[in-house]
């Protein structure tokens, strides 16, 4: 056999064999460990079959904190309201929020209940999207997407004492907030931050003027895409202390991703997590349907493009979190799995996230086939 071949076939079987005997049986994933003893370049796509972690309820967009010692999911639950499908995502018709906690990964879910109803928002239209929550100084903060009733998607935010809620919402959306997917980040120094936006349904490109315009602006595709945004919390954890920012996201030339660049740009679905003193700002790719990132040096960016995390996975959204619990690394994500792959149906999963030597994210390709 030409000796090129037979090294490719040994190391090709060599990985078969470590894999086998590697896997955790009950979740059928790739543990760490398994990962650590194969040379760093034999895996660059891990390919793995969670589970959903909730069952009796549709639930998508999980984001994940560790508060008091547990793990904390705040998702959008989905549900069938007959609301037929289109471009703007009318189909995502969200009427309230469930809290969930688990006390590891692989136990018990909990779920709290409904901890804000859209009948308890004054100023809430329709479509409760895809929320997030902070805790500081023992006060929980719960941030949350819908549309007002002018139908323009504003950003509110909602307080407890507990974790779980339920959340009292207040009286208006946050000040200068507008589009969706808040993501709250926590900066290592106390300073919180919030991302947020998205195209398409999500309105950023009426925004393009800085005030909202009722038709959809988009960049020519050559021109730099939309970028998410990014505002300083006050103290009060209610409202910014600043104009919201663009996050730019740039290429390794140093130049704006296009948006003509649909496997790249930015779409919806922000979140900040830091490693090594580095800031990753993740991101859905939307209509290319990846999970994509950049790294940075501090929390406004830039942030350079490197790779994809999670690919697409089975339904025509995609969105996660990033959290680190009991010393490792967890992406939160969701798919269709339940409903047979219904767009606006969706359940929520966990896998193991995990990093190259060089800081990198290993892909994730988590296809239920
Ligand atoms: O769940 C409604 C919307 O779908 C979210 O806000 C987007 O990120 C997408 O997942």
Redesign the pocket.
């Known amino acids: 056999m030409d000796p090129l071949k037979f090294k490719i076939l040994s190391v090709k079987l060599l990985a078969a064999i470590l894999l086998f005997g590697c896997k955790d049986k009950t979740t059928n994933k790739i543990t760490e460990s398994s990962i650590d003893k194969l040379p760093e370049d034999t895996i660059s796509t891990i390919r793995v079959k969670p589970l959903p972690l909730i069952s009796d309820i549709y639930t998508?967009?999980p984001s994940a904190h560790v508060f008091e010692g547990k793990l904390y999911i705040y998702p959008?639950h989905d549900f069938e309201s007959g609301v037929p499908e289109d471009d703007l995502?009318s189909h995502?018709d969200m009427k309230d929020y469930h809290v969930f906690s688990m006390d590891s990964i692989g136990g018990n879910v909990t779920d709290h209940g409904v901890a804000l109803d859209i009948k308890d928002v004054p100023w809430a239209g329709r479509q409760m999207?895809?929320p997030d929550a902070a805790e500081k100084n023992g006060i929980y903060y719960f941030y949350f997407?819908v549309k007002d009733k002018s139908d323009i998607f504003k950003i509110g935010v909602a307080t407890s004492e507990n974790p779980y809620g339920p959340f009292n919402a207040k009286e208006q959306p946050i000040e200068g907030s507008y589009s969706?997917?808040p993501a709250v980040f926590e900066d290592t120094d106390g300073v919180y931050y919030m991302y947020f936006g998205?195209i398409w349904g999500g309105q950023l490109q009426r925004w393009a003027s800085g005030t909202y315009k009722e038709e959809d602006t988009y960049p020519l595709t050559d021109q730099p895409a939309l970028t998410p945004k990014i505002a300083k919390l006050a103290d009060n954890m209610l409202s910014f202390v600043e104009t919201p920012k663009d996050v730019q996201i740039l290429d390794k030339n140093g130049n704006p991703i296009l948006a003509g660049d649909n496997e790249r740009r930015f779409f919806?679905?922000a979140w900040v997590h830091k490693y090594n003193g580095k800031y990753y700002f993740s991101y859905?790719t939307g209509d290319t349907h990846n999970i994509a990132y950049g790294i940075g040096d501090n929390p406004y960016g830039p942030f350079t493009y490197e790779g994809v995390i999670l690919k697409p996975v089975l339904g025509w959204?995609n969105?996660h979190s990033i959290v680190e619990y009991n010393g490792k690394w967890w992406l939160f994500y969701h798919d269709s799995f339940l409903s047979g792959g219904k767009t606006h149906l969706r359940n929520v999963k966990v896998t193991e996230l995990l990093y190259n030597k060089d800081g990198t994210i290993k892909t994730i390709n988590a296809m239920t086939d």
Do not use: I
């Open positions: 998508a967009d959008s995502g995502f999207w895809a997407p969706m997917d998205g919806e679905a859905s959204t969105h």
